[in-house]
């Protein structure tokens, strides 16, 4: 008899390769392809868009691609990428002291809007800053010095916290948990309602093959890490310490500042509706 299994369309999942990430995505490429799904990588804000037009399924896509779109998507439950105080690569980095930047010009990132929004968030609402922003490279911010600050994301900032480790280095996720006290997430696995509803199985099996890969990937940092650091290039201890900072859950705490997030940003204008967080029935 054939499997079930193979008489179903091939899905479409979106995973980001990050060192953020390599807890759930070496052990993903050890255990092989997962019948039914197919894994495209790109970064974030590619994500986002492709899953918008509908050449994903379901992603790993920053919480403001959710927001922007919730009533098109669904949580997939349990799992998502967070932190509970400093994440270490999501920063700021000042030539001069952070709260000066009133009316300075900030280079961004264009890899996450989440991140940006975030941004937006500590110097504008908690700080009563009024910078201008700028797309920028990295390379563009350290060469041509247009800019008093620039905003870093994922390995991006690992590498620029040690080549920047002079100058002001602002950790946005720490910051957003001293003012709010919860924690801040930065991504979740969001899915179409349209493919769900075809292929509820192939979900199900695909969030029990997710959280297997997280289970086996926090009992694995030290092999993990060792494997990955080279890309930064960092000491493996320190990305251990690193790995051991990120929360890839989303329990009550983090969905409580994941609404907030939304309620701010509905707050700000920079979301047309308030959020729901709809999560997948996945039983």
């Not at 037009?53 to 959710?66: M, P, T, W």
């Not at 993990?224 to 009550?252: F, H, N, R, W």
């Not at 994941?258 to 979301?271: M, N, P, T, V, W």
Request: net charge neutral.
């Amino acid at each position: 008899m054939a499997d079930p299994q193979e008489t179903k369309p091939c899905l479409k999942l979106g995973m980001v390769n990050f060192i953020n990430t390599s807890p759930i995505y070496i052990p993903w490429l050890k255990q092989g392809p997962l019948k039914g799904w197919e894994v495209i990588e790109d970064h974030p804000a590619a994500l986002n868009k492709m899953l918008h037009c509908g050449e994903l399924d379901a992603g790993l896509v920053s919480s403001f691609a959710y927001g922007e779109r919730y009533p098109d998507y669904l949580l997939l439950p349990g799992l998502s990428i967070s932190a509970s105080g400093p994440v270490g690569s999501v920063l700021l980095i000042s030539k001069e002291d952070p709260k000066n930047l009133d009316g300075k010009k900030i280079g961004l990132t264009q890899q996450s809007a989440t991140s940006t929004r975030l941004l937006n968030i500590i110097l504008e609402d908690f700080w009563g800053l009024k910078p201008h922003y700028l797309p920028q490279s990295p390379y563009e911010w350290l060469e041509q010095g247009k800019c008093s600050a620039y905003m870093a994301i994922g390995d991006e900032a690992l590498r620029l916290r040690d080549k920047c480790s002079s100058l002001y280095i602002v950790d946005l996720a720490d910051i957003w948990l001293k003012e709010t006290g919860l924690p801040f997430v930065f991504a979740v696995w969001a899915i179409r309602k349209a493919a769900f509803e075809r292929s509820r199985e192939l979900f199900k099996i695909l969030q029990q093959r997710l959280l297997t890969c997280l289970k086996t990937g926090l009992k694995q940092l030290d092999e993990i890490s060792s494997t990955v650091a080279p890309k930064i290039p960092m000491d493996k201890d320190e990305c251990v310490s690193y790995l051991q900072g990120i929360d890839m859950e989303l329990k009550k705490a983090h969905q409580k500042g994941l609404s907030l997030f939304f309620s701010k940003l509905y707050a700000r204008g920079d979301l047309p509706k308030k959020v729901k967080l709809n999560f997948a029935d996945i039983a």
